[in-house]
């Protein structure tokens, strides 16, 4: 082995997280800054991966307006080991989405910026939250944060017991 080969391997059995961010989030920063705060995607995304960084996670980014595109995504990246997710508006709409999240079989964790519950009614319903491992709302970036933290706990909990939450 050279040293190169063996980095290459060591990023192969490197796991990685997904973070995938649906419609509209790409206004981040300036859209209803009062409801969803005043940082953008970027910072958001850049924060997030820092957190799995440090614990040797590789992090892999993606937000999109479409439904199709963020199914085609989830399926190109099956592999994974832990999604964080924020769907947006489709949330509350995607029957699609929710089956091509329980199609590649990936632990999830439902993010969203506002308290949805807090907001209009067509809000708390939700197409992700029965069958994620858990749901963050209202906490803003935080909850980004707490969510990247969680996978990482999870993840290096991977193998061991169930039931660890
Ligand atoms: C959101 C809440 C959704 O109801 C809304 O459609 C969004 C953002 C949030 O992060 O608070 O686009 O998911």
Same mark, same amino acid.
């Given at each position: ?18 973070? *995938? ?8 920063? &300036?859209? /209803?800054?009062?409801?969803? !705060? ?7 995304? /850049?924060? #997030? ?5 440090? @614990?040797? +996670? ?8 479409? /439904?199709?595109?963020l199914i085609?995504w989830l399926h190109?990246h ?5 999604? *964080? ?6 949330? @509350? &709409? ?6 091509a999240v329980?199609?590649i079989?990936?632990?999830? =964790?439902? +993010?969203?910026?506002?308290? #949805? ?8 319903? $939700?197409?992700? $939250?029965? +069958?994620? #491992? !858990? $749901?963050?709302? !209202?906490? !803003? #970036?935080?909850?980004? =944060? =707490? ?7 999870? +993840?290096?909990?991977?193998? &061991? ?5």
């Amino acid at each position: 082995y050279t040293a190169h080969s063996i980095n290459s391997a060591d990023l192969q059995t490197m796991p990685t997280v997904l973070l *995938l961010n649906g419609p509209n989030l790409n206004l981040l920063g &300036t859209r /209803e800054p009062e409801i969803y !705060g005043s940082m953008n995607l970027s910072g958001i995304e /850049e924060q #997030v991966s820092a957190v799995l960084h440090e @614990h040797k +996670i590789e992090c892999e980014t993606f937000q999109s307006n479409s /439904e199709g595109e963020l199914i085609d995504w989830l399926h190109q990246h099956k592999n994974a080991d832990f999604l *964080l997710l924020n769907p947006g508006a489709l949330t @509350h &709409t995607s029957i699609g989405l929710r089956d091509a999240v329980l199609g590649i079989e990936i632990p999830f =964790l439902e +993010i969203h910026l506002s308290n #949805v519950h807090q907001r209009e009614e067509f809000r708390h319903h $939700s197409f992700f $939250s029965d +069958i994620a #491992v !858990g $749901s963050l709302v !209202g906490l !803003g #970036v935080k909850g980004y =944060l =707490l969510a990247a933290q969680f996978a990482v706990d999870f +993840i290096e909990q991977k193998g &061991t017991s169930a039931g660890t939450r």
